[in-house]
């Protein structure tokens, strides 16, 4: 029943204060008393937006009041206006085109423009944000990847930094929340250390925050909700405070809620990659004493205010000459010897890899407006020429040229108005498209709208693109020539040499930006195809997972969490359609991982040897059939390999091939150490195929995989292979979990080609925006050649006829054309290669499996771009041999 | 100084002067519409009422804001004795220009 939004915002904005509330209430009570029950509710909308249109076409006077006199709205620029529309409404094919083309451009812009003011430039809700850094532990000279940071680590720098005032520990819990009366529910919960909040500069919307002291294991166990947990679980309940919740098997008393906006992490911080449901606090002090080599939390420390980042460096550095000096064991050896604490701003941290993206996208559609912008001053040039008597008959009774010039201005600017509001429409409607394409993976994409700033930013481009479209033209026709227009029939003279020009030069540039966008499509989409072309090294048809965590106060022993895995194995298994069941943690390519050094028998293992590394994984017995990873060699584990017998383990072929020889056989019996406990040996019992466990662009470690019977762990994934369509099986799958555990939570069931289509989500978001932007490109740029040559053919008739009448051969005339055209398209061609290399840099970050100077990729791009000027020309050419030189000459 | 009033404002002015205490905007342009069949937009009939109010010859003053208006106010508008003078004036003269020539315009 609510009139259109847009609409209404509109009006609430450009009518005049004293008359706004009238006005726009007498618009709205008619909508919803009158016309929405006599037309229906789309003829209603159509009505209310066309009486939105014509509100400011009729508010200026249209009696015969002197100027200034009576209510002041009558000016040169009503009048200028009212003379447009008149223009406009009497050519209302032509007046189309342009608000079409411009709609298209300014759409997709305010499209993009949405994205990016959501994701890059909206504030983080820290008041702090600036001054924080996260800090991790680096051994690679580029820093690259960051390490996490271990407890005693964290302790030591939150004692002795000297440039930073707090210093923040953060990690990840999957919690399940149950005992509340709903359906148990997994929760993201993040263990935090009491002042991290303090450090960001946030507070809580309802209750308190955390008191330094609620962290110490003697404390009562509190926590705090995100206001949309508060919202989803709780229905935003005034009483929340004070209430007891059960959060993964204890019981915690919830203190407050958060403000809306903060989610922290609001973006992913490398492996924490969700969104906070709600945090407990934990000082940490329990696990001061922790090894150091088991790194689990994420840094954070913000800069005292007024140091700078040298002094940061500096303490940064002093903290690598202790932190050596201390244990040379762990940051002096050999595989550390480029180690030390870097710090990366939190800003950067969260947002920075989505940057080079937007900023890409951002580029293609500025170029796609560009071109859109040159067939529109193109138009405009060309009726340019049908108005170039009208223009010399106001010049000769003695307007202005500023008034003429004014007066052209106004025109491109309503046209760009009306193609700045229809493109606001479109990006109404193409934004909730846009996100439902991206499947999740960039961060606040789900938080675009289209909203006051992309209005501004509508509004600005819309007017630049009037001035840009309209300056040209204008400058042209308010120059007209007298003599010339007045005195019929001079085609050809002067004036139309220094059109041509104009024209060819605006659409040589269309085919260079048509290039450069084409080039970055087409070189996402060659990258794109390079990974779907990677094989996993399993086979994701067909196989359903289900990742859950077992709450570890029930699971308490080795024993429980052994038979509980089993009994689901053999119930998943049982299910009818199911062919095989198995667990596996971490599930390949579902954004969790786990790493480590391990010892090789026979292979150097002191302190200052460089251990090798791999990629960990635990599995049941038939996981790798279930998945279809090739078993190379030995055997697979079986119900036998339990806790007590001598440990076992299972290699890739990686491992195998480093340590062993290519002959996969040769690995079995050979021993390693997985864990680094001494004397904990483990025998290779088989070898089976690598695995891209973090998906297609990278190849990945080594891999080692332990009997889960072995080594049982509290999170798993239950994958089964079904005979038909894997995602029907979820049900039974859900059930199957609660009928061995009853309060157990199951949220996150996906099928495997999930999994593996969600890894390259972001790649295919990207490819597919780029592509849409690059069709945009081509098609406005084929159009532009087209009217540029029936332009140049028409302005030639004269000389074509007279040629024709010379005897001159029709294939002549079709040679000369078509010459033209790729001309222009091989000058284009040129300009736009060379631009694109020089900017290839920009693009190469996000390439895989190909060079951002792919010479396939710029040569069917310039092959198709010379084929469409060919094709662009072919109308016009035809069109010139048909010239009846008798007509033209006679004209 | 005696304003001139143009053809539309003639037929806002009169509807005024029908509506009495219930004018406003929407059913200015409805009274117009029933009586003589002309569909106006929104934007004509406030700009008009506006011109009117700038010459002196309505005023207006604006009422409760209600939810059927989305808690807009209601702006009410009422002819003066000045706008009252003005469309006599006008009709007088259209009157005299026409007397006598029944057959000619009249239907």
């Known amino acids: ?891 | 100084m005696d304003a001139y009033i143009g053809e539309f404002e003639q037929l806002v002015l009169l509807a005024l002067v029908r509506l009495g205490d219930d004018a406003y905007g929407l059913s200015v342009q409805r009274e117009i519409a029933a009586r003589t069949g002309r569909a106006t937009t929104f934007g004509t009939v406030y700009s008009t009422l506006a011109r009117l109010e700038t010459k002196g010859l309505v005023e207006s003053w604006l009422g409760e804001p209600t939810a059927e208006r989305g808690g807009r106010r209601k702006k009410h508008f009422q002819i003066n004795a000045e706008g009252r003078r003005a469309i006599k004036q006008s009709l007088r003269a259209i009157r005299q220009m026409a007397r006598g020539l029944d057959g000619a315009v009249e239907t």
Request: aromatic letters at 6%.
């Open chain 1, 1 to 891: 029943m609510n009139p259109p939004a847009l609409a209404l915002w509109i009006l609430e904005h450009f009518v005049v204060d004293a008359m706004r509330d009238g006005f726009v209430g007498d618009l709205v009570e008619h909508y919803r008393r009158d016309v929405v029950p006599t037309r229906g509710l789309i003829a209603a909308r159509l009505w209310f937006w066309r009486e939105t249109i014509f509100a400011p076409l009729a508010w200026p006077s249209r009696s015969s009041t002197p100027v200034n006199a009576g209510d002041g709205l009558m000016s040169t620029l009503a009048a200028d206006l009212r003379f447009a529309l008149r223009l406009f409404a009497r050519k209302p094919g032509f007046t189309a085109l342009v608000v079409l083309t411009l709609a298209l451009g300014i759409g997709a812009n305010a499209a993009i423009f949405s994205v990016v003011n959501a994701v890059l430039l909206r504030p983080l809700p820290y008041r702090f944000a600036d001054r924080t850094a996260l800090l991790w532990n680096a051994y690679d000279p580029s820093g690259i990847p960051p390490f996490a940071v271990a407890p005693p680590e964290y302790f030591d720098l939150k004692e002795q930094l000297r440039a930073y005032d707090q210093v923040a520990a953060i990690s990840k819990q999957s919690s399940a929340i149950v005992g509340d009366g709903g359906e148990p529910e997994q929760l993201t919960a993040y263990v935090v250390t009491p002042n991290l909040f303090d450090l960001l500069g946030a507070a809580p919307r309802l209750g308190r925050g955390f008191h330094l002291d609620d962290g110490d294991a003697a404390s009562e166990r509190v926590i705090l909700l995100s206001h949309a947990l508060w919202m989803r679980r709780f229905g935003g309940d005034s009483n929340i405070v004070g209430k007891k919740l059960n959060i993964g098997g204890r019981i915690r008393t919830v203190i407050g809620v958060m403000p809306a906006a903060v989610r922290f992490p609001d973006h992913p911080i490398s492996w924490l990659r969700e969104r906070a449901d709600l945090w407990i606090p934990n000082s940490l002090e329990a696990s001061r004493g922790e090894e150091r080599g088991n790194q689990y939390l994420a840094v954070l420390a913000r800069l005292r205010e007024g140091a700078t980042p040298a002094q940061a460096t500096a303490d940064l550095g002093m903290m690598r000459q202790r932190f050596r000096a201390a244990f040379p064991d762990r940051y002096a050896s050999v595989s550390a010897k480029d180690w030390r604490i870097t710090s990366v701003p939190l800003r950067d941290q969260m947002i920075g890899t989505v940057r080079p993206v937007l900023t890409l996208l951002s580029a293609a559609v500025g170029l796609v407006l560009m071109i859109a912008c040159v067939n529109v001053a193109n138009l405009l040039l060309a009726r340019g020429q049908l108005r170039q008597r009208e223009m010399a008959v106001r010049l000769a009774l003695g307007a202005a040229r500023a008034r003429l010039l004014r007066q052209l201005l106004t025109e491109s600017a309503v046209l760009s108005v009306a193609g700045g509001a229809l493109g606001l429409v479109l990006a109404r409607v193409g934004v909730p498209a846009l996100v439902r394409l991206d499947a999740g993976t960039m961060p606040m994409l789900a938080e675009t709208r289209v909203d006051g700033a992309v209005f501004a930013f509508v509004a600005l481009v819309s007017m630049l693109t009037g001035i840009f479209v309209g300056v040209v033209p204008a400058l042209q026709q308010s120059q007209a020539e007298l003599r010339g227009a007045l005195g019929e029939g001079t085609h050809g003279a002067g004036d139309g040499r220094a059109r041509r020009r104009t024209r060819t030069a605006l659409v040589t540039a269309q085919v260079a930006m048509a290039l450069i966008v084409l080039v970055a499509a087409g070189l996402l989409g060659r990258s794109f195809a390079a990974l779907e072309r990677v094989q996993p090294g399993f086979v994701p048809d067909g196989v359903m997972t289900m990742q859950l965590t077992l709450p570890r106060v029930r699971y308490d022993s080795a024993y429980k969490i052994m038979n509980f895995a089993q009994a689901l194995r053999e119930r998943a298994a049982a299910l009818p359609g199911v062919v095989e069941a198995s667990a596996v943690y971490p599930l390949p390519m579902a954004g969790e991982g786990w790493s480590g050094s391990f010892w090789v028998e026979g292979e150097p293992s002191g302190p200052n040897a460089e251990l090798p590394h791999g990629e960990y994984a635990v599995a049941l017995p038939g996981y790798f059939h279930t998945m279809r990873i090739p078993l190379l060699a030995g055997r697979d584990f079986t119900a036998a390999d339990v806790r007590g017998i001598p440990k076992v383990v299972i290699v890739d072929e990686t491992l195998a091939r480093k340590h062993w020889g290519a002959n996969a056989q040769t690995a079995v019996g050979k021993r390693l150490n997985p864990n680094g406990d001494p004397g904990d040996w483990a025998t290779v019992i088989g070898v089976v195929g690598h695995v891209h466990s973090h998906g297609p662009q990278e190849a990945g470690e080594a891999q080692i995989y332990q009997p889960m019977l072995q080594r049982p762990q509290t999170v798993m994934a239950v994958v089964v292979r079904s005979g038909s369509s894997p995602a029907l099986l979820a049900p039974a799958l859900r059930d199957a979990a609660h009928a061995v555990d009853r309060d157990l939570p199951v949220n996150k069931m996906r099928t495997m080609d999930d999994v593996v289509t969600s890894v390259i989500a972001r790649q295919r978001f990207n490819m597919l925006m780029l592509a849409v932007f690059a069709a945009a490109a081509l098609v406005l740029a084929t159009v532009g050649l087209y009217g540029v040559m029936s332009y140049l053919v028409s302005q030639r008739t004269r000389e074509i006829g007279i040629r024709i009448a010379l005897g001159g051969q029709p294939s002549d005339v079709r040679t000369m054309v078509v010459r033209e055209s790729l001309l222009i398209a091989v000058t284009g061609v040129v300009i736009g290669t060379v631009v694109s290399v020089a900017l290839s840099r920009f693009v190469s970050g996000l390439l895989f499996g190909i060079a951002a100077t792919d010479w396939t990729t710029y040569g069917s791009v310039a092959l198709l771009l010379l084929v469409v000027s060919l094709g662009a020309a072919y109308g016009p050419a035809r069109r010139a041999t048909r010239i009846d030189p008798v007509r033209a000459l006679r004209e």
